[in-house]
């Protein structure tokens, strides 16, 4: 990523902000010891100390050194408010206590808080030294977790930083405890000292998370356009060695996959890739993309959850592209200070959904029929959902601030007016490519494109953009501005029966013929089944006025206490059937009819599963597109 235009930089500032990918090339320059000849050379580096000595009780104390500010001008020492990968606030002030800031000679200072975030500090002699303790036990990819088995730090979570300093240099040492055994696995620049490292600036330490562990190393070399890159495998789990093998095995499958996808890696700032996986029963599920690596957590283990967690590799990594260097405008450059709302999301993160389980297909982790069954949900999910007549692709990328891991205590109705991005982006993605093949092109080609306009050279995109090199990659501006307006500016979806029935899919009800109320979670309990969501426009139950906190008591005149006696009613009877509901709403006793609609889930099956050959007219389709990369 690059520095930010942060609004709390002066002009002056801004105006002299380095590009990041200039100020790559010379941190590399600064850890190899060659020194810099420029202005970002001259400043003092911001000086970062962690240690644990409370680790057991999940804190860490922090010391963020600050030289050379001006006298006389306060300095304002903040928590982010977001972080990179994360389009949602998550207030990381939180989770820090402790504050303590003095001046070069350890003068004690006052430090007041004009707003949740920050620390303003003032009479300091141009040196500003705060202290605070951390508190950290969410081991995701947005959060921190410190406990006596690592440190596993998300750095928006865990760092301080300095108004107007974005462009310093960076220096940050960590002590971890005493025989403890850890190593530290990052994207951050090495130096001499084994627990030393460097960043060019505010933006490129804030994007480069940190894991201190005892972890398994695992490493390859990835070839692809001519250009060589070490790939790292930092694993931190409870399971064998030979899992950590198979793991690894997979991982390198999917780097190759991707890697052939646009012909060549990116240049990775650091000279190579790290993964930085957590997967352990004390951590949380997640997937979160960094310029030059990722972070993987999970509560599930290797042995168990192999398949589903080779999956994430194969979306963070795809990443490594996409989002990474091929940036839409609206997340560049990414502010800490406020949540980043993009109108390309369903490109940015759901194009890569799609690719993440073809890549899978691709490279032989899975077969064409898992591959499959794999878009069953996503395509049913889509195609079914009331939340079209709401908002499109583009608008739905706009709603992430309120959905990406974003908190509140008050229901929402997004049932009927929610379809992710990733969900709804995977869909486009598969149905575009497969349009584009049907006219002599690929979608890969379009990622090609966008790799060489605005990757390679970290220009950032609009949907316009995207519009035009669609029109280039099918020689067909006029297709692209009809894709566009139908199925990104608008909402409506694409004949996908057709689509995927050129490659030997079908497109089928899940359930022909079961009766349906609609999709409804229902808590079972002594007065009957409580519904726990809103039901779905459209549905059974919603025609029939049931929504969230109804109790059914009674249905088709039998008492609702259990999912075993819900069930029965649905296989006793057939789309069509008129039902008696009883039930309380709001403290009134109701009656209503139900009229059952037919089950509109759907499924995807190759043709030989459903019994229909494979002719030789579509096995050529079939093979380019899920074509086995060597």
Request: aromatic share 10%; hydrophobic share 40%; proline share 6%.
């Amino acid at each position: 990523m690059r520095p930010p235009r942060n609004p709390l930089l002066s002009t002056s500032d801004r105006k002299s902000l380095v590009p990041y990918r200039r100020l790559s090339a010379l941190a590399l320059s600064l850890t190899l010891g060659t020194g810099l000849a420029t202005s970002v050379s001259a400043q003092q580096p911001l000086k970062y100390e962690l240690s644990f000595p409370n680790a057991l009780h999940h804190e860490a104390e922090v010391t963020l050194t600050a030289t050379g500010l001006p006298r006389g001008r306060p300095a304002e020492l903040w928590m982010s408010r977001s972080s990179p990968g994360r389009y949602a606030l998550h207030e990381f002030a939180k989770n820090v206590y402790r504050v303590r800031v003095v001046d070069g000679a350890g003068r004690e200072l006052t430090a007041t808080r004009p707003n949740p975030y920050s620390w303003s500090v003032t009479g300091h002699d141009g040196t500003v030294r705060v202290s605070y303790t951390l508190f950290g036990n969410q081991g995701d990819g947005t959060y921190a977790q410190i406990d006596v088995t690592h440190a596993h730090l998300n750095m928006p979570a865990t760092f301080m930083w300095v108004r107007g300093l974005d462009r310093r240099p960076i220096q940050v040492t960590f002590h971890p405890p005493e025989g403890s055994g850890w190593k530290v696995a990052t994207q951050l620049f090495p130096t001499a000292g084994e627990f030393s490292f460097t960043a060019p600036g505010l933006q490129y330490f804030m994007d480069s998370p940190t894991e201190l562990s005892r972890f398994t190393l695992r490493q390859w070399t990835a070839t692809a356009g001519g250009k060589s890159y070490p790939i790292r495998l930092a694993l931190h789990h409870l399971g064998s060695e030979a899992e950590a093998d198979s793991f690894a095995a997979l991982a390198r499958k999917v780097v190759a996959g991707h890697m052939a996808v646009y012909g060549e890696p990116p240049a990775y700032d650091v000279g190579g890739y790290t993964f930085i996986a957590d997967y352990l029963p004390w951590a949380s599920g997640d997937g979160m993309e960094h310029r030059n690596s990722t972070i993987l957590t999970s509560s599930g283990s290797l042995a168990q959850n192999m398949g589903r967690l080779i999956g994430t590799v194969a979306h963070e990594f795809f990443h490594s592209w996409n989002v990474e260097r091929i940036r839409p405008r609206g997340l560049e450059p990414f502010d800490f200070t406020r949540a980043n709302m993009s109108d390309a999301l369903w490109f940015a993160e759901g194009f890569t959904s799609y690719y993440g389980p073809l890549v899978l297909a691709r490279s032989g982790i899975q077969s064409a029929a898992e591959y499959a069954h794999g878009l069953s949900g996503d395509l049913s999910n889509v195609i079914n959902s009331p939340a079209r007549a709401f908002f499109s692709p583009a608008e739905m990328s706009m709603q992430a601030p309120f959905v990406d891991a974003a908190a509140a205590i008050d229901p929402n109705n997004r049932a009927n007016t929610f379809i992710s991005y990733y969900t709804w982006g995977s869909v486009l993605g598969l149905g575009l490519d497969l349009t584009l093949r049907q006219k002599g092109h690929t979608l890969d080609e379009l990622m090609r494109l966008m790799w060489t306009r605005y990757g390679k050279t970290e220009v950032p995109y609009t949907l316009a953009d995207l519009e035009r090199a669609l029109g280039d990659v099918a020689r067909d501006p006029a297709f692209a501005h009809q894709f566009f307006n139908h199925y990104i500016r608008g909402r409506e979806v694409l004949d996908y029966a057709s689509l995927l029935a050129q490659a030997g899919f079908l497109l089928r009800p899940a359930r022909p013929g079961a009766a349906f109320f609609g999709q409804v979670q229902l808590d079972y309990g002594k007065d009957g089944a409580r519904i726990t969501g809103s039901t779905q426009i459209g549905s059974p139950l919603y025609q029939a006025g049931l929504d969230a906190g109804d109790i059914i008591t009674l249905l088709d005149g039998h008492p609702l206490a259990s999912d075993s006696v819900f069930q029965a009613i649905k296989a006793a009877h057939h789309p069509g059937d008129l039902l008696e509901v009883q039930f309380q709403s709001r403290g009134m006793s109701r009656t209503a009819s139900i009229t059952l609609a037919e089950d509109p889930r759907l499924e995807v099956v190759t043709f030989e599963e459903a019994g229909m050959p494979l002719s030789d007219e579509l096995r050529p389709f079939r093979e380019a597109w899920l074509a086995l990369i060597p």
